[in-house]
């Protein structure tokens, strides 16, 4: 989860007719399933508090779903009045929470002893420009490894705009988007989506596989996931959830059909950093069956994954970033200690936490820019399943 946007993300979405992205996150069953025989009250309770959310923050759409203790326990939607209607398994564009699953196949191949946290760049990739070659996986995998974050690139739209249809390679968008390093290697910690695209093209030199199909192998296919799809590398018949964008230019939001708007250049440049899009549903599960029942990495794997340090930002901004995770803010969780992964663009806003007391995943996927309302949603969420618990 990145801050908030920087000035030149925001003069991008708002100057851009077009979908806009700013890249920064074993169960059984399907994601289509329904929910479990959970407490009717419960699933009435935190439909309520969506429909809620929705009124006091003027959100637009939203699909949210909440597993506990391993079970689907509710899937929930909610539009404003006049917006077409959200569907549970609609697809939206999930942003950084990518990086989550990204960390997730590292692990998973430092596990196998494919790769080490101590192996170097040089071992994998040719050499780029602004890219130092002695950069490890761990630094990549923690954000200390200096490398430019590019969407803040001033040549970040021209690009995007030659061919707002074109899937850009990983490569092109390294050697064309990275700047000046901000640090050296270890030196510090900044956030950067350089860091997770790099580590999507160390995945597929070390496996000699798309990146796509280690995803799709190692945990779309073992956790059920119907609704989770790589960008640009995976066909995705939809139904995607419509979006709100100011498409004129006059800043006022519009909804949109995806489908309409072109949109693979950006997923593609975001890649392994931010090229999925999926349901609420198919997150909840993942972020379960990662956390909760620890199906996809080893003890020692998910400890790496949840060493907690602090950054360089307030503690009450960014508490704690792990391997691929953070640790979500109180105030966003009704106080409980809860992590995981957000994402954001110029159309989405998405969250997924697992609240570790609770044994209960939250996930909530919004089709508009509304901060007050990605907040509101997740931090209504989780009060409902900490409150249910306590009684």
């Excluded at 429909?51 to 539009?79: E, I």
């Excluded at 009045?81 to 959200?86: L, N």
């Excluded at 901004?317 to 691929?324: C, E, I, K, R, T």
């Excluded at 609770?358 to 409902?384: D, I, R």
Aim: charged residues 20%.
């Amino acid at each position: 989860m990145s801050g908030r946007p920087t000035a030149a993300r925001a003069r991008t979405a708002a100057s851009l007719p077009v979908l806009t992205l700013a890249v920064l996150l074993a169960v059984s069953g399907c994601s289509g399933a329904e929910p479990t025989d959970h407490d009717p009250s419960l699933q009435q309770r935190l439909q309520a508090a969506l429909d809620r959310a929705l009124s006091d923050f003027g959100g637009k759409g939203v699909s949210a779903a909440v597993v506990l203790h391993g079970d689907l326990a509710w899937r929930g939607t909610a539009h404003a009045e006049g917006s077409a209607p959200v569907a549970s398994d609609d697809l939206f564009w999930i942003a950084s929470i990518t990086k989550m699953f990204t960390a997730v196949v590292t692990l998973q191949l430092i596990d196998e002893g494919v790769l080490h946290f101590d192996d170097q760049l040089h071992q994998f990739l040719p050499t780029y420009q602004y890219v130092d070659s002695t950069i490890t996986i761990r630094q990549l995998l923690d954000h200390t490894a200096g490398v430019y974050d590019f969407p803040n690139n001033p040549s970040y739209v021209a690009m995007m705009d030659e061919d707002r249809n074109r899937c850009w390679t990983p490569e092109e968008t390294v050697a064309r988007l990275l700047l000046e390093p901000y640090n050296a290697p270890g030196e510090a910690w900044r956030y950067s989506s350089g860091n997770y695209v790099l580590l999507g093209m160390v995945i597929k030199a070390a496996t000699g596989r798309p990146v796509s199909e280690e995803f799709r192998s190692r945990i779309y296919e073992p956790l059920g996931l119907r609704h989770t799809f790589f960008d640009c590398a995976d066909t995705i018949a939809g139904p995607f959830a419509n979006v709100w964008i100011d498409v004129t230019g006059d800043g006022v939001p519009e909804e949109t059909p995806v489908p309409s708007l072109e949109r693979f250049s950006e997923t593609s440049v975001g890649y392994t950093a931010g090229g999925l899009f999926s349901s609420a549903g198919d997150l909840a599960r993942f972020t379960d069956a990662l956390f909760g029942r620890k199906v996809l990495l080893s003890q020692a794997m998910l400890d790496e994954m949840l060493d907690f340090r602090t950054t360089d930002l307030p503690p009450d901004v960014h508490p704690g970033q792990g391997l691929g995770v953070v640790l979500f803010r109180p105030s966003m969780v009704n106080g409980a200690r809860a992590f995981g992964s957000g994402g954001w663009g110029a159309v989405v806003l998405s969250a997924t936490a697992y609240l570790p007391e609770y044994g209960a995943s939250v996930t909530m996927l919004s089709n508009s820019l509304n901060w007050p309302f990605w907040e509101g949603v997740m931090n209504a969420l989780c009060k409902v399943v900490v409150d249910d618990a306590r009684d």
